[in-house]
């Protein structure tokens, strides 16, 4: 294992540059399938016909793959957040958080999974601003109603979104699941509805 | 490993008619901390003192030991449904659901971590009628807005709900973070909110 030879006999050459991304792609469907915990880097290996030494090229851990994953992710919602926060009045600045949210989850499925569990939040905990972002995040939705009721509003509509992007939502056009899922926010938060266009 | 020397070293009694509930409520914490999947029948062992052999003795695998854990949780859920479709009207059908389903969250903060668990769904699917009271329990929240738009509003709230019972309610009464739940599921939902009492 991880001989010159067993990574020639492999399909698929490791050492190409775009075999990082595919790394990462296999790695979100197979964190949607099992969780991150249940996704090992040899069961990554075997769903591209890779040794896991060729993995080791590009990932020492699942944990750096994670990260690989997650932080494009968090750096887009921080830019959301940050524009939010420079809006003015409360109710501005959670519509805009929500809108941006709701797009990082429709557009990224793996929220859906990564946002509840336990083992991939002690993880980013450790390595990254990860608190620190999540609080901002939590503030900008629940000072629509200061206190402990807009703190679970706010808990209710980040959980739900995340959710609500996963598999059940998985029929719908992403355009409408967006609509739907920043329209269901707003009610929940007790924000303005906009008019429909129609 | 599992002889019976090993056995009578362990600090507590494996063969104790409680012993099957400890291991229970010790998976919980682990799941809570660790998710499903990242938690094995060895860190149970470990954290109670046990050799596997005595984790044996009452469970087989993780999974009859999460079927443990959930099955309690699915009954209650269950009579929830069935005394919610008794009743007249989508409104009082999708409230009383709503209501049934914020107290099974609160009071077991490990629904949490499972219902957005990739792991669990798949073992619950292949053993059990999840997928039916699923979708029972969707159909109850949906029809009050029959069409896509209530399918997202109902998974949003389940899914936030769920979640919002997780750490971050750690800090408040079990009584006021069922009522601000329950408030905040109304909101998106669209049902009509009670007056308040005081």
Known sequence: MGSPAADAEAPADPARPDTRQRLIDVAVELFIRHSFAGTSLQMIAD????????IYHHFRTREQLLDAVVGPILDRLETAIVEAEQLRG????ADYLLTGFAELAVQNRVVAVLAADPAVAKMLRASRKWDALIERQMALLADVDPGPAGMVKATVVLAGVAGASGPMAAALDRDELLGYLIDT??????????RAKH
């Open 185 to 194: 926010g707003r009610r929940a938060l007790g924000l303005r509805i906009p």
């Open 90 to 93: 409360a109710h501005a600045r």
């Open 47 to 54: 769903e591209l016909g890779f040794t896991k030494a060729a």
